[in-house]
């Protein structure tokens, strides 16, 4: 029998929170429940914002809270020749396309169409959807402009991605972190229009980064934070036409601030590091966040 997979993935551009702490501890106790395996991910593809420093206080700050994972720990930044085989992959079928609209001149397009921009659908972040004018460019002008150096990013061309996905795209969630219910959650990829699957220079993307390790590292149950729901709908199209095997999720509450918002990396007050500091215990840390 093949054990069951959990992954905590923390990014290592700012210090952990009080959020992280309660995903990783209850990544752990669901691991340890179904007598699984736990690993750990460092999703470093940002090699501006993510540092050396960061993932130090990571690491400490995991141990002090009584992580246990297994070694080696995946870096992404060491596997960008992997990303880069599966994006090449992508390009060959057609289904991403650069993308060199600023984020200015996506502003200005859209102030240009009707109702003053208006109306104009957004992602469920709040973001804007990217225009359709790159998708449209004859392949002469895009080689131009990449031969001219002109910045841009690989986006999914995300009609044709779902139009080559068969049938309807769901995933698995559980119901509680028990896991003893599920439901099937329909995918709504289109709701994110042409997302970003990889940049010039670093040839992934969060999304892309993740299904692919997911996969590589067989992970069986994806536990993150509710904030996170809505892009597996973009994820499943992407395990869908690399043709990946799926997870199962459980998207976790999050630990909300005193002012009942999301906690950010620069929140100091709810660092790990900080409460420790301040003579917290682990299980002081485990009890605030309700385990
Ligand atoms: N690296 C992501 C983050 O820190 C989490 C990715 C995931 O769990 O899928 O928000």
């Not at 859209?110 to 109702?115: D, F, K, P, S, V």
């Not at 992934?204 to 590292?217: G, P, R």
Request: net charge neutral; charged share 25%.
């Amino acid at each position: 029998m093949t054990l069951l997979t959990f992954r905590f993935a923390p990014s290592p551009n700012g210090e952990l929170h009080l959020g992280h702490a309660y995903s990783a501890l209850l990544n752990q106790q669901m691991a340890a429940r179904a007598g699984g395996r736990l690993l750990l991910r460092i999703e470093d593809i940002d090699v501006i914002r993510c540092t050396p420093e960061f993932e130090a206080g990571i690491f400490r700050d995991l141990e002090w809270l009584g992580l246990h994972w297994e070694r080696p720990v995946r870096r992404q930044s060491e596997h960008f020749a992997q990303y880069q085989a599966v994006l090449d992959r992508l390009i060959a079928e057609d289904l991403v396309y650069p993308a060199f609209m600023s984020r200015g001149e996506i502003r200005a397009f859209i102030a240009e169409t009707g109702n003053r921009g208006r109306g104009w659908p957004r992602d469920p972040d709040g973001v804007p959807l990217y225009p359709p004018l790159d998708k449209a460019l004859p392949a002469s002008e895009r080689k131009r402009r990449i031969a001219e150096n002109m910045p841009f990013a690989w986006r999914l061309d995300v009609e044709a991605a779902m139009a080559r996905a068969p049938g309807a795209l769901s995933w698995t969630e559980f119901t509680d972190e028990t896991m003893s219910a599920t439901r099937a959650i329909e995918a709504q990829p289109q709701d994110w229009g042409d997302v970003i699957v990889a940049r010039r220079d670093v040839p992934t993307s969060y999304h892309l980064a993740v299904v692919v390790d997911d996969a590589l590292q067989g992970v069986s149950h994806v536990v993150r934070g509710r904030d996170l729901y809505s892009a597996t709908g973009v994820q499943r199209l992407l395990q869908e036409l690399l043709g990946l095997p799926v997870p199962r999720y459980f998207h976790h509450r999050l630990i909300l601030g005193p002012d009942g918002r999301k906690l950010s990396k620069s929140f100091k007050d709810t660092g790990v590091a900080a409460l420790r500091q301040a003579g917290m215990s682990p299980q002081d840390v485990a009890r605030l966040v309700g385990l």
